[in-house]
């Protein structure tokens, strides 16, 4: 996996002071940035990885990394992403 296509792809998510809320934009902004990703990097995701990027990101952007909250936020995009990109990969293809 590519950390480098991967941090490109989630960037314009990450880089939103809430990016870590239910709001719709933000869910919108989270559902391109996988899609980008899927694209960029291929399937399926890892979300393990995601997590690493998504905390680089947020430190690059928002400073520490700070609450549980944001912790657990992390952890649900990271899954969800990875969720996401199988989806995609068991989907894609062949009809």
Known sequence: MSKDALLKALDPWMKVQTWHTAHP?????F???VAIACKTVGTPLDAYDIENAIM???EKHHGAFEGHHLY???DHYA???????MYVKNT???S
């Open 92 to 94: 894609q293809g062949e």
């Open 79 to 85: 899954q969800e992403a990875e969720n996401l990109s």
């Open 56 to 58: 680089h990101l947020a």
């Open 31 to 33: 559902h391109r940035a």
């Open 25 to 29: 934009l933000d869910e919108q902004r």
């Open 72 to 74: 657990d936020a992390m």
